[in-house]
């Protein structure tokens, strides 16, 4: 469980099958964070609409999501399956560590979607929908900032891992931290983000011009979160903060300005499939970022992804076995998204 330990691990294919293994976990968080994420910021904005048209927008958030919502949670399932098949001993840790948090997130991603599937069938003025619409958004607004935190949580020292595996959280350090706030916050302007950029393909007339509003302003808080980020890494996130002031870090944090800047400009000049396209592009480098200056670590600073592999042959046979159940469900995705996707352009 420390940083020296773990087990040895035979190559594969030429292929260390802990990275190899890591880095299928990391495509499926960005798959989560693009997916579930714009899912989440479409209850946001739900939560958050106002003026004459806000019954319509709600309608049009509720035909954009409502029949793959659920489908995008497959991504932290597998996530979450992974991580207790081949690193069990971190899963242990986190589980110790996140017992409450993820109980939390657990009950705000029920909440959602019950509070979606009982007001479906309701008139807007009913009693139904009333009361169900702001469970709908707040859970959507509180379970990002949730997992904002964790993702703060695993980065800056705060959840400690001792001999025997006892383990020890600081909460000045994990929760309530000025880092782990901004970062919990920041996920949730991510996600408000991403949403309205993909409403504005969506939609259209006045309800595609509404969405680009909201697109533009949430960029600009998106930014200024990032912005104000940055200077609490050194201490929040040494880690993290190590990696990103060397100089191999430059092309990384270039070309994810560069895609926040033509995300923008896009949104701006109404061309709004670049803008989507640029949006995912800024999400997966954020991420990249993130598990290249988190590497090797699963939990820092005491596990490691080597130091909290299963002995066997665990991670070889997840590599092994990955491209069958991915010949399922790639293809079922496409043809849900492509089925009920295809009409609205």
């Not at 200077?231 to 191999?248: E, I, K, V, Y």
């Not at 109404?270 to 988190?294: D, E, H, K, N, P």
Request: net charge positive.
């Amino acid at each position: 469980m420390t940083k020296g330990g773990g087990h040895a691990m035979e190559p594969w294919l030429g292929l260390d099958p802990v990275a190899g293994v890591a880095g299928v976990m990391l495509l499926a968080l960005m798959a989560y964070a693009v997916l579930g994420g714009a899912d989440f910021g479409g209850g946001i904005w739900d939560l958050l609409a106002t003026g004459p048209r806000r019954e319509q927008h709600r309608q049009a958030i509720a035909k954009a999501m409502g029949p793959v919502w659920e489908a995008n949670h497959v991504w932290l399932i597998f996530v979450i399956v992974i991580l207790f098949t081949v690193f069990p001993t971190g899963y242990r840790a986190l589980g110790i560590a996140f017992f409450g948090l993820f109980h939390l997130v657990l009950v705000g991603i029920v909440l959602r979607g019950a509070a979606f599937a009982f007001r479906a069938g309701a008139s807007v003025d009913s009693r139904q929908w009333r009361v169900w619409s702001p469970v709908f958004g707040g859970a959507s607004a509180v379970t990002p900032f949730l997992l904002g935190l964790a993702a703060a949580a695993v980065s800056g020292g705060g959840i400690r891992v001792g001999a025997g595996g006892v383990v020890q959280v600081d909460p000045g350090r994990t929760w309530f931290s000025p880092v782990s706030v901004m970062m919990g916050f920041l996920t949730v302007a991510m996600c408000a983000y991403l949403a309205a950029v993909f409403l504005t393909v969506e939609t259209r007339g006045d309800l595609q011009e509404d969405f680009r509003r909201r697109a533009l302003g949430s960029g600009v808080v998106l930014a200024l979160l990032a912005a104000a980020l940055l200077p609490l890494l050194p201490t929040g996130m040494p880690q993290l903060w190590a990696h990103f002031s060397q100089p191999r870090a430059g092309p990384l944090l270039l070309a994810g300005a560069a895609l926040a800047v033509l995300s923008a400009a896009a949104i701006y000049t109404r061309r709004y499939l670049v803008a989507r396209v640029s949006a995912v592009g800024q999400v997966i480098l954020l991420l990249t970022g993130w598990a290249l200056g988190q590497w090797p670590y699963l939990i820092y600073p005491d596990v490691t992804f080597h130091g909290a592999a299963a002995s066997g042959p665990s991670a070889r046979f997840v590599l092994q076995t990955l491209p069958f159940g991915l010949l399922v469900l790639l293809p079922s995705l496409w043809l849900l998204f492509r089925v009920f996707k295809t009409a609205v352009r």
